[in-house]
């Protein structure tokens, strides 16, 4: 199992970014496939969840209608639109799939900073 995020980078208050994570391994596409972050000294967080099919999403309060999580089965990947970015969003952002034990990716920064 292989999980690799992309899409980070340095934005600006209000500004948006979208991150993608590719899964390689694994039923990719029967999957429920998480978003996390960790802001510097904090844990890692939950962001938002998308069931296999991507009938159904999730969010935490703090993202709700500024983050979009999707997913392209043909493509084994999952995204996260992230728009108005605060710059108490800045983290690395993780995802994250759950089978006999956990797998996570290696992370990609985002830092939002004026």
């Known amino acids: 199992v292989q999980l690799v995020e992309s899409g980070g980078g340095l934005v600006q208050p209000g500004g948006s970014l979208r991150l993608a994570c590719v899964g390689s391994g694994f039923n990719f596409s029967a999957a429920k496939m998480r978003w996390y972050r960790q802001a510097p000294g904090q844990g890692r967080d939950l962001v938002a969840t998308?069931?296999?099919?991507?009938?159904?999403?999730m969010y935490v309060n703090s993202v709700k209608g500024r983050f979009t999580i999707s997913r392209d089965n043909s493509k084994n990947t999952m995204y996260l639109q992230m728009d108005n970015l605060k710059l108490e969003d800045t983290a690395v952002y993780y995802c994250r799939y759950v089978a006999s034990r956990d797998y996570w990716g290696q992370g990609t920064q985002v830092t939002v900073s004026s």
């Open positions: 998308i069931t296999s099919d991507g009938g159904t999403t």
